[in-house]
């Protein structure tokens, strides 16, 4: 179905380990001229040349801004914007996919609830997200048609994600969300792929479906009830969860046998039967 959504998405940016999304300190450059803006008043910070370093530091509770290790701003409330209008920001020394990250759009950095801590966001339209995120889920090897698959669901996974966990930002960049390795990991055919489903969402009985995927389903597929709880009104969770029409187990070869006994899924999964994925290492983990 073809339908418009909101066009800005706000991805958290996470170190080179993927195990922190809250710093008290950041660097930023962009690949030409750039500017920090304090949203807090809409004025213009400072304006730096390409491939200066600007750093931001948070201390109690407001910003300190340095250029090359000179202060040039202090005691900002922000949030603080970063913006290069023609060129990529980037984040020195941040790695993804092996080389240096750069990313489209702007940069936020958004206080959290945590002490002198502070989210550093990549703000940008939605398909331009997607260019750096479908090569990063699919090998483009895959082809085209597979590609724009992975599209739409990446599409729909953002605009409705299973639940929420982040207070400023909409997804993550890592797969604890989906992938987004930014713009120096994009691919002529993935952007083709982009360009072909544009506005193009699953939808189930009227709504954006939860498209929950994984790299490797072992040869069958689990119900959406049997993997996931459901968050009560009062805060409980409750599983299993309520069934998904739209997520249902099943396998790869309709000639399966019914995985419901003890000896009928010890022996599909002890053996390695024709499937989708059993090329994947990941087939029997």
């Not at 179905?1 to 940016?13: F, L, R, T």
């Not at 040039?72 to 990529?88: D, T």
């Not at 992938?179 to 189930?204: H, K, M, P, W």
């Not at 498209?211 to 709880?229: I, K, V």
Request: charged share 25%; hydrophobic share 35%.
């Amino acid at each position: 179905m073809q339908s418009k959504h909101a066009a800005e998405v706000k991805v958290g940016i996470s170190d080179n380990n993927f195990s922190n999304y809250y710093f008290q300190t950041a660097e930023i450059s962009a690949t030409d001229d750039f500017e920090l803006i304090d949203k807090a008043t809409g004025s213009v910070i400072c304006e730096f040349l390409a491939n200066t370093i600007a750093t931001v530091e948070l201390k109690n509770g407001l910003f300190d801004v340095y250029m090359n290790g000179k202060e040039v701003a202090n005691g900002l409330k922000g949030p603080i914007a970063a913006n290069s209008e023609k060129g990529f920001l980037y984040i020195p020394n941040l790695k993804r996919a092996g080389k240096a990250a750069i990313y489209r759009g702007t940069f936020e950095l958004t206080k959290t609830a945590k002490d002198d801590k502070f989210s550093l966001i990549n703000v940008l339209d939605l398909e331009s997200y997607l260019r750096g995120v479908v090569p990063n889920e699919m090998p483009v090897s895959f082809g085209l048609e597979a590609l724009k698959a992975q599209t739409i669901t990446a599409r729909n996974y953002v605009l409705k994600p299973r639940e929420n966990n982040y207070h400023n930002f909409d997804v993550c960049d890592s797969v604890a969300c989906q992938v987004y390795f930014g713009a120096g990991t994009e691919q002529s055919l993935s952007d083709r792929a982009i360009v072909e489903t544009e506005n193009i969402v699953a939808i189930y009985d009227g709504e954006l479906i939860l498209a929950l995927y994984s790299s490797t389903a072992g040869g069958h597929t689990e119900s959406y009830e049997n993997a996931f709880s459901t968050d009560m009104s009062n805060g409980v969770r409750v599983f299993p969860g309520s069934p998904r029409a739209f997520l249902k187990g099943v396998p790869d070869d309709p000639k399966t046998p019914v995985l419901n006994t003890e000896e009928a899924a010890r022996k599909f999964y002890t053996t390695n039967p024709e499937t989708f994925d059993n090329k994947s290492p990941y087939f029997r983990w």
